[in-house]
C-alpha cells in the first residue's frame, strides 16, 4: 500500500488519498507493518488506526532529482544563526522550489519533562516538526554548537519529537549533516556527538561537514568563500545527489 500525506495526531495518522491512491513515481513510502491494520473511510477522510504497530518507512531512489523535497534548518534559535546561513546556501544547491528552512523559533516548546508529558501529553509543535521531516526526502542540518554539544533549542525539540510513538526522531530520512562555528573547530564536537547518534534516532548520515572560522570563510552574498572548503561541499552535495539517482 502506497500513502501520502501522513498528518500524524496523539492517537492515530490521518492519511489522504490513501488506499487506492498512486503517489508521485518519484516519492514512494512502503509501509511495513509488524501486526493488524485497520484501514476506513468516514467523512473526514481515510485513517488507519495503528495499535501496537511498529511501521518500517523505506524510501524509493529518487529518479527525478528536481523534484525531491529538501527540508533544511539549523540547531539554533539565533536570529543571526550562521549555521542557518550555512543551511540556505547547502540548499542552494538544489531545486529551489521544492525546498523549506524551518525556523526553530516556531517549534519552541517548554522543556522536556516526564511529569510534564504524563501531565498533558506531547506538544502538537512536536507532531508538526515530525510531520516536516516525514513529508521529505533530504533532510540539510547544520548543528550550533553550545559547550561542546547541542543548543538547548535543538535538543528540546528533539527530546519532543522522540516520544511519539511508532517512529524514530528523524524518520529514517537521508540527511546532510553539518556544523560551524566562528573558531577553528568549526562544531567539531557537536558533529562527532551527531554523527553518533543520528544513526540510531533514524537520520540516516549521507555526508557531513564542518567549516571552521565562519566569518573569515563565509559571504552573506557569496556564500564559502574558501576555496578548498567549498570544494569540499560542492564533493559532499555531488555524493548526496548521487545517493537519489542510483
Known amino acids: 500500500m502506497v500513502l501520502r ?4 495526531t496523539n492517537a492515530k495518522f490521518h492519511i489522504q488519498n490513501c488506499c487506492q491512491c498512486s503517489a508521485p513515481e518519484e516519492i514512494k513510502l512502503n509501509l511495513s507493518f509488524s501486526f493488524f491494520v485497520t484501514c476506513l473511510t468516514d467523512a473526514v477522510g481515510p485513517y488507519v488506526f495503528l495499535d501496537h504497530i511498529a511501521p518500517t518507512v523505506h524510501h524509493t531512489p ?13 540547531g539554533s534559535n539565533s536570529s543571526a544563526s550562521i ?3 550555512l ?33 498533558n501529553g506531547i506538544p502538537q509543535l512536536a507532531f508538526d516538526f515530525a510531520q516536516k521531516i516525514d513529508g521529505s526526502d533530504l ?5 550550533a ?14 527530546d519532543w519529537v522522540s516520544r511519539i510513538p511508532i517512529r524514530k526522531a528523524f524518520g529514517d530520512i537521508p540527511m546532510l549533516l553539518m556544523a560551524t562555528s566562528p573558531g577553528p ?6 558533529l562527532e556527538i551527531a554523527k553518533g547518534r543520528m544513526p540510531r534516532s533514524g537520520g540516516i548520515v549521507l555526508e557531513t561537514f564542518s567549516l571552521p572560522n565562519f566569518y573569515e ?22 555524493f548526496v545527489k548521487a545517493h537519489f539517482t542510483k
Not at 62 to 71: A, E, G, R, S
Not at 139 to 143: A, D, G, N, R, T
Not at 185 to 190: E, K, T
Not at 217 to 238: C, P, S, V, Y
Open 217 to 238: 570563510n563565509f559571504d552573506t552574498a557569496k556564500g564559502i568563500t574558501n576555496e578548498e572548503f567549498k570544494l569540499q561541499l560542492e564533493n559532499k552535495i555531488a
Open 5 to 8: 500525506n501522513v498528518k500524524y
Open 83 to 85: 549555521n542557518k546561513k
Open 87 to 119: 543551511v540556505r546556501y547547502a540548499a542552494s544547491f538544489f531545486d529551489h522550489d521544492n525546498i523549506e528552512i524551518l525556523d526553530l523559533n516556531d517549534y519552541e516548546m517548554p522543556i522536556y519533562k516526564m511529569d510534564r508529558e504524563k501531565e
Open 145 to 158: 554548537e553550545n559547550n561542546g554539544a547541542y543548543s538547548a533549542a535543538f535538543k528540546n525539540i528533539f
Open 62 to 74: 529518487i529518479k527525478l532529482l528536481q523534484n525531491m523535497k529538501v527540508l533544511g534548518f539549523a
Open 185 to 190: 573547530r568549526g562544531g567539531a564536537s557537536v
Open 139 to 143: 533532510l540539510i542540518v547544520s548543528l
